[in-house]
């Protein structure tokens, strides 16, 4: 028997095989490639479908599915809201996939929770009951761990920490995506860095020549090359991370913030200057007793959480029959 794991994120599908010990047996990566509505829908149901075919000819046929989806899912209604896909406000996945896959048990959460389920699992947080995943790509999210349980508030959407207010007065860049995100995240670094540009007067650094399509990732390249724009979006990223991860220390009081996503990434170098600007913010006593550490799973941890969410079917089965 095998599991079944499925990570949809705003741009891409992907999609593994593990076994029940955690070991990552196979994976297949689709880009979305400008899908909207049902037809992300149709992209996730035919690919679940091929995975169980292909192993139905194995000895190990799938046992069990489990999904990650970015944005939220409203566990009592089975629905998604993804705001990167058109048409995703109320999308009802678990109906769609269940009508194919029959009597194989399917579970989904959000991406931020199998993040901290995965590192739980088999990443930086084993061992771990109050850990916290903050994620940061294109936006920003935390999956929190308390008691060793997943914190989900009343309508599951905790740890929405993209709109933490870091900052003030408020500002209408604010409103789509919150404060933290609006100049911290992927896409914040990259706007961050155009605005600053038109403000440097007589700039002609690296980063102009990154236009108009400049990434993060320019960022983090030209912050290495000297640029003095990068230089201080940087500052201000640092700054900011340590901030929101120090807002995080005082409320939970956590064993471990592990910082993942694709910002880091290049960013893991700045872990210890994070951490020094944490603690100027922290309680004190909170921060002498929590680590920051990257994510130990290589950008596989919505993958391992949603095969711990498989694994978990599994053993629920178990026990009832």
Known sequence: MCLLAVDLGGTKLALALFNENGDLLREQKVLLDKREGAEVGVLVVESIERFIDEQKETRSPVSSIGISITGIYHRKEGTAWVPNIAGWVNYPLLKEVQAVVRDIPVSIDSDRSCYILGEQWKGAAKNCNHAIFLAVGTGIGAG???????????????????????????????????????????????????????????????????????????????YDAGDPVAKRVVQHCIETWGIAIANLISLFNPEKIILGGGVFGPAIKFIPLIYEEAKKWAQPVSMKQVTLEPSALDGRAGLYGAAYLALQNNKILSIHE
């Open 144 to 222: 929190i761990l308390v008691d060793g349980t997943i914190l989900r508030g009343a309508n599951d959407i905790a740890g929405a920490t993209g709109w933490m207010a870091l900052q003030h007065p408020f500002s209408p860049d604010y409103i789509e995506c919150g404060c933290f995100e609006s100049t911290a995240s992927g896409a914040g670094i990259s706007k961050l860095a155009k605005k600053m540009m038109l403000e440097k007067e007589g700039y002609d650094g690296v980063l102009k020549t990154k236009l108009p399509n400049l990434t993060a990732t320019n960022v983090f390249e030209a």
